[in-house]
């Protein structure tokens, strides 16, 4: 019994301690989602207004502005991109975002991905290839669901090879949901795994972004009680996702909201 | 009991409402801190699964020490005032007493509940934390009570 009071107080001595040097550690990291937080409200109504009204300016098809149209919508698509990124951190980091079931075909949202990414992939002339072996609607969120695998095939078509191949399965195994993006290039190291998956990560080797796509992908993965992994080779980076397979949808989300009618609290204890 | 519609949040999520609504969720080691503004009928919660963040990933309420700064700022933010705020803590059970005994998760999960709410000068009124059942919660913002219901393992599974 002493022993175990023992622990118990070492154990609150060096939680103290902790909780004091975290302190430190979010104070100095709070410029950084001050940042995330301002930078999503501030860009993403504009930037809502240009893609509504790029569409108008479109010239006819012989006019020779035409290419300078493709290239103006091609690098509005894909900062409005980098911005709905900045949008989810926020939003996740502010405790915001909330799971919306709905039934999806996992290849519809894949291929919705592809299309919005369309002019990244042809910018890098990548060849896309799908194998859905599936093949049926699942029980998830979609919005989450397309935020994951947009953000995987775009880090694919950016950081793997150009003129090459990014390979997407759909596959179900013991009851999870299983999507892998393969792209051909060097991938991050093992040994920077936990960087990777880290917003605004220092010190990874080679080209990277801003480190915040994969770190939503993985909040993403996590809330629906998933995860996600890589995997590098010589020539192949295999990123994989991991989700349970739910089997029923829940009421709720049947209209739409997170709100439920909760069981009965009859015989609850009242605080 | 709550008739009609309640919120339900998951873990890493917070959520701030004015009567008549409700928040409801479901808790195992993960712990859940209540606040209620008595005078404006504001209440929120939110919903933790470790204590601390450390820098891996984004800053997430899903850590004890982010979750409950921004849930007292988000109250302050939305008229509560910190002087007549109250606070309730549930959660923090030992679910799997042969695996994460060593971690102590639940424990360090009511003991940063404890030291930031002390630091934030926020009283807590009532608590039911430890032990090893899950807890299902749900906020009466009518009212500012909590109603709570021990539940068996088997449907925690999914939760935190």
């Given at each position: 019994?002493?022993?175990?009071n023992?622990y118990?107080e070492?154990?609150?001595f060096l939680?103290r301690?902790?909780l004091?040097l975290?302190?430190?550690l979010i104070?100095?990291e709070k410029?950084k989602s001050?940042f995330l937080?301002?930078?999503?409200?501030?860009l993403?109504?504009?930037?809502?207004?240009?893609l509504?009204?790029?569409p108008?300016l479109k010239?006819?098809?012989?006019?020779?502005?035409?290419?300078i149209?493709?290239?103006v919508h091609?690098?509005?698509?894909?900062?409005?991109?980098?911005?709905?990124n900045?949008?989810?951190?926020?939003?996740?980091?502010?405790?915001?975002?909330d799971?919306?079931?709905a039934?999806?075909?996992?290849?519809?949202?894949?291929?919705?991905?592809?299309?919005d990414?369309?002019?990244l992939?042809q910018?890098?002339?990548i060849?896309?290839?799908?194998?859905?072996?599936?093949?049926?609607p699942v029980i998830?969120?979609?919005?989450?669901l397309?935020l994951i695998?947009?953000?995987?095939i775009?880090?694919?078509?950016?950081?793997?090879?150009?003129d090459s191949?990014?390979?997407?399965?759909?596959t179900?195994s013991?009851?999870?949901?299983v999507?892998a993006?393969?792209?051909?290039?060097?991938?991050?190291?093992?040994?920077?795994?936990p960087q990777?998956?880290?917003?605004f990560a220092?010190g990874?080797?080679g080209e990277?972004?801003?480190?915040?796509g994969l770190?939503?992908?993985?909040e993403?993965?996590?809330s629906l009680?998933?995860n996600?992994?890589?995997?590098?080779?010589?020539?192949?980076?295999?990123?994989t996702?991991?989700?349970?397979?739910?089997t029923?949808?829940p009421?709720?989300?049947?209209?739409?909201?997170?709100e439920?009618?909760f069981?009965?609290?009859?015989?609850?204890?009242?605080? | 009991m709550?008739r009609g519609y309640?919120t339900?949040?998951h873990?890493g999520?917070?959520?701030?409402?004015v009567?008549p609504?409700?928040?409801?969720t479901?808790l195992?080691?993960?712990?859940?801190?209540c606040?209620?503004?008595?005078?404006?009928?504001?209440?929120?919660?939110?919903?933790?699964?470790?204590?601390?963040w450390?820098?891996?990933?984004?800053?997430?309420p899903?850590?004890?020490?982010?979750?409950?700064?921004?849930?007292i700022?988000?109250?302050?933010?939305?008229?509560?005032?910190?002087k007549?705020?109250?606070?309730?803590?549930?959660?923090?059970?030992?679910?799997?007493?042969?695996?994460?005994?060593?971690?102590?998760?639940?424990?360090k999960?009511?003991?940063?509940?404890r030291?930031?709410?002390s630091?934030?000068?926020i009283?807590?009124?009532s608590?039911?934390?430890?032990?090893?059942?899950?807890r299902?919660?749900q906020?009466?913002?009518e009212?500012?009570?909590?109603?709570m219901?021990?539940t068996?393992?088997?449907?925690?599974?999914?939760q935190?």
């Amino acid at each position: 019994m002493d022993t175990m009071n023992g622990y118990d107080e070492e154990v609150t001595f060096l939680s103290r301690k902790l909780l004091d040097l975290n302190k430190q550690l979010i104070e100095s990291e709070k410029a950084k989602s001050r940042f995330l937080s301002l930078v999503a409200n501030e860009l993403n109504d504009p930037m809502t207004a240009l893609l509504g009204l790029i569409p108008r300016l479109k010239p006819d098809e012989k006019n020779s502005h035409q290419a300078i149209f493709g290239l103006v919508h091609q690098e509005a698509l894909l900062l409005d991109f980098r911005i709905q990124n900045l949008v989810a951190a926020a939003q996740i980091e502010s405790g915001e975002i909330d799971t919306t079931y709905a039934s999806v075909k996992p290849e519809t949202i894949v291929k919705e991905a592809i299309e919005d990414l369309k002019y990244l992939i042809q910018r890098n002339n990548i060849l896309i290839s799908i194998h859905d072996t599936l093949m049926r609607p699942v029980i998830s969120d979609p919005r989450k669901l397309y935020l994951i695998v947009k953000n995987l095939i775009a880090n694919g078509c950016t950081y793997g090879l150009t003129d090459s191949i990014v390979d997407i399965s759909i596959t179900e195994s013991s009851s999870t949901l299983v999507i892998a993006v393969n792209n051909q290039g060097d991938g991050p190291k093992v040994e920077f795994k936990p960087q990777v998956f880290t917003r605004f990560a220092e010190g990874l080797e080679g080209e990277h972004g801003l480190g915040l796509g994969l770190s939503i992908v993985r909040e993403l993965c996590e809330s629906l009680k998933g995860n996600v992994d890589y995997t590098a080779d010589k020539s192949w980076v295999t990123f994989t996702v991991t989700l349970p397979l739910e089997t029923t949808l829940p009421d709720s989300d049947a209209c739409g909201s997170n709100e439920f009618l909760f069981e009965s609290f009859d015989d609850a204890v009242e605080f | 009991m709550i008739r009609g519609y309640s919120t339900f949040i998951h873990v890493g999520q917070i959520h701030i409402d004015v009567a008549p609504k409700a928040i409801s969720t479901v808790l195992g080691s993960c712990v859940a801190v209540c606040l209620y503004d008595p005078i404006l009928g504001i209440g929120g919660m939110n919903h933790y699964l470790l204590p601390f963040w450390n820098k891996n990933g984004l800053q997430t309420p899903k850590f004890g020490n982010i979750a409950i700064p921004k849930l007292i700022e988000s109250m302050l933010a939305k008229g509560a005032n910190s002087k007549t705020i109250e606070a309730k803590i549930f959660g923090g059970a030992m679910m799997n007493p042969g695996v994460n005994e060593a971690m102590m998760i639940g424990q360090k999960n009511i003991l940063v509940a404890r030291e930031i709410l002390s630091e934030y000068q926020i009283a807590i009124v009532s608590e039911d934390v430890g032990g090893q059942n899950g807890r299902k919660i749900q906020f009466d913002l009518e009212r500012g009570k909590v109603l709570m219901k021990y539940t068996p393992r088997s449907d925690l599974l999914s939760q935190g």
